[in-house]
Structure formats: structure tokens, C-alpha cells
């Protein structure tokens, strides 16, 4: 199985609505990222979170950790077809060794 | 722009050639990753190097040979191909991690590879 999972694996909402992409562990998250990446393209670094409970934001992208859950959120306000991509989460830490894994994405399509 | 470039962005070769893919960065970093990219699957870690020395090879298949002749530069050197093996190849860098600890990546666009 995945050692990090993601719900839903894809999403269509319609422009102007929020939503919510959850990152799910197997093992204990010593940190965690979040990328976008368009469709054949390279990831883009969205944001790190390293503390439990820690939460960012970037213009209208909000992601939170719960390391009691191992868990991480990213929740878009007001979406926007430039918001549209893939997104990925990635973790690293003890658990996981030197090795960076990713989750598997979430396909996220923003209608106009 | 990630201040990461790959070549090319897109190869297709035959399964009795050799070629290279390129990447640099400009980012001042000093670790650079390879990674796999399949249809329907996540992404795969192939190699790390770090401080110009491999520090993570992940039971890749040996037609696959990377090589970091300095801190800016990784190469990987493909021969004797696959199908199975087209996928988007990713480059990443970032700064050098130590111990549990890691630094954010920054990736380039990647390769589009094809094997026939």
C-alpha cells in the first residue's frame, strides 16, 4: 500500500467554490509539502509545514498539519481555473528515512 | 521558472540507444534528485546526490546510470531502454538535508521520454 495517501483523487468544482484535498500517512510526519504541478510539467513548491497544528497560507491556498493524525489539508477559498493542476503532497522524516515520498495527487479540474 | 532547466524536454529513442538527459540548476544548491514519473503512478524517487555524492540509489535498474560531475550539473545516462520505461523524468535540487531533516525541492520541467 501507499505510504501516503490522498482523497479525493480527483475534484471538479465550479469557479468561485472552496474546496478541500486531505494528505493522509502511513507512518509519523516529520514534515510535510505541498506541490502543484500542471499537466507533463515540473511540481511547483507550494508551501512546508513542519510543526503539528502548524497552518500556512499562499494568496488562497490554506494547508494545515495534524500530526496526532497524520494527516494534512490543503483548502482552496474562492477557486479559480488558474488554480487548476495537480497537487501533490511529499513528506520526509524519521519514518520515511533520507527518502522524500510523494502521494499519489489529486487532479483538480476549476470550471469557469 | 524554478531556476531548474532539463534537456531535452522531449526524446524518443529506440531501445538499442544511448542517450543522456541533462539538468542544471541555478538555484546555489547543493543536492539534486532524479525522479520517475508513470501514468497512474506516484512519483518515484530513482537517485539522490548530495555535495556531489550519491547518497540514495532506489533499486533502480542499472540501464540507468546518473552522473553529478558538480553541484550545478546531474546527468542521466540512458542505454538499452525499455517501454516500460517512458515516462516524464523529473529533476530536482534543493539544499543539502542532514540527518531526519530536509529542505524544500525545486523541480524542472522534466524530460518526456519514449522508448520504442
Known amino acids: 500500500s501507499q505510504e501516503l495517501e490522498q482523497s479525493p483523487q480527483s475534484l471538479i468544482v465550479q469557479e468561485g467554490k472552496n474546496l478541500t484535498i486531505n494528505c493522509t500517512s502511513s507512518?509519523?510526519?516529520?514534515?510535510l509539502y505541498w506541490y502543484k504541478q500542471k499537466y507533463g510539467e515540473g511540481l511547483i513548491f507550494l508551501m512546508m509545514l513542519q510543526k503539528g497544528g502548524e497552518e500556512k497560507s499562499h494568496e488562497k491556498i490554506t494547508a494545515k498539519l495534524d500530526e496526532k493524525k497524520q494527516q494534512s489539508s490543503l483548502h482552496i477559498t474562492a477557486s479559480q481555473p488558474s488554480h487548476a493542476g495537480i497537487y501533490l503532497c511529499g513528506a520526509y522524516g524519521v519514518n520515511y528515512g533520507q527518502n522524500f515520498v510523494f502521494g499519489p495527487g489529486t487532479r483538480l479540474s476549476v470550471l469557469p | 521558472e524554478t531556476g531548474v532547466t532539463q534537456t531535452p524536454r522531449h526524446l524518443v529513442m529506440g531501445m538499442t540507444n544511448k542517450k543522456s538527459l541533462k539538468c542544471e540548476q541555478h538555484?546555489?544548491?547543493?543536492?539534486m534528485y532524479w525522479y520517475k514519473q508513470s501514468a497512474k503512478k506516484p512519483l518515484e524517487l530513482m537517485f539522490v546526490?548530495?555535495?556531489?555524492?550519491?547518497?540514495e540509489n532506489n533499486s533502480v535498474p542499472s540501464r540507468f546510470s546518473p552522473e553529478c560531475p558538480n553541484s550545478s550539473h546531474l546527468f542521466l545516462h540512458l542505454h538499452t531502454l525499455q517501454p516500460e520505461d517512458s515516462a516524464l523524468y523529473l529533476c530536482?535540487?534543493?539544499?543539502?538535508?542532514?540527518?531526519?531533516?530536509?529542505?524544500?525541492?525545486?523541480f524542472g520541467p522534466g524530460t518526456r521520454l519514449t522508448v520504442t
Open positions: 538555484l546555489g544548491h547543493n543536492a
Open positions: 546526490y548530495s555535495l556531489e555524492e550519491r547518497v
Open positions: 530536482a535540487s534543493s539544499r543539502a538535508s542532514g540527518g531526519a531533516g530536509s529542505y524544500e525541492q525545486y
Open positions: 507512518k509519523t510526519l516529520y514534515g
